[in-house]
């Protein structure tokens, strides 16, 4: 063979050099690290959206059961005159209606709390005896209530009660107890014409503003709620 032809045999034999691979290397890691970043952050906006959907969804839980506990809210005139609704910060305390098929209505005491970035529900056995009721409730307002309580949602940071009194939204830590009749109303209401801005003592709220600051969600979640046997 002559020397031309061996010399372009070892031409096609030669293979890439150092330089080249490492041209090659570097475009591949450019590449695999553009590829990261771009997996990394649709990961990550994945992981984002499904936690505000797990809030979301849990907050719908939340307010349905709130819901449900104001639409059974118990008649004043069934209490006596004894409390039924009490709004506080971070809690939420009432008397609801129980009924069971072919059983008399039971009365129950729920509370509503922000405990260690948790808002739980707690409800007491039903009774048809007021002097139970009392303690049940005092055991309530108190933190002495031993049932066991339900996580509704986590990563709450605060909770706000306001109800609707007098034609405005009010914040009333005071228990409320039995209503006025519609005629006493009107009678406090004349009276109380030039004191705007008070509320009459004994008008039963006819509403509810719960608002809950969640992790993962910007807005404050507000809900209102009519109650029931109002």
């Excluded at 330089?19 to 990550?44: F, K, N, P, Q, T």
């Excluded at 949602?153 to 034609?167: D, F, I, K, P, R």
Aim: aromatic share 6%.
């Amino acid at each position: 063979m002559s020397r031309r032809g061996q010399y372009g045999k070892r031409q096609r034999q030669r293979g890439f050099t150092l330089i080249e691979l490492l041209v090659a290397i570097s475009i591949l890691a450019i590449v695999a690290v553009l590829g990261y970043r771009g997996l990394d952050s649709i990961v990550r906006a994945r992981e984002a959206l499904t936690l505000q959907l797990e809030s979301a969804r849990g907050m719908q839980l939340a307010f349905a059961q709130m819901q449900s506990d104001c639409e059974h809210l118990a008649t004043p005139g069934l209490l006596q005159g004894r409390p039924y609704l009490l709004a506080a910060p971070d809690r939420l305390t009432l008397v609801r209606s129980v009924y069971n098929e072919n059983d008399a209505a039971r009365l129950q005491v729920v509370t509503y709390r922000v405990v260690e970035r948790m808002l739980t529900r707690r409800e007491s056995n039903g009774t048809r005896d007021l002097v139970q009721l009392d303690v049940m409730w005092q055991a309530a307002i108190s933190n002495a209530d031993t049932s066991p309580s339900v996580t509704l949602q986590s990563g709450v940071s605060a909770m706000q009660v306001m109800m609707w009194e007098n034609n405005g939204w009010r914040q009333n830590t005071q228990p409320v107890a039995q209503a006025v009749t519609n005629a006493q109303l009107l009678l406090l209401q004349q009276q109380q014409q030039q004191q705007q801005g008070t509320v009459p003592p004994g008008v039963a709220p006819t509403g509810l503003q719960v608002q809950l600051q969640v992790d993962n969600v910007a807005a404050v979640m507000t809900k209102f709620f009519l109650l029931g046997g109002m």
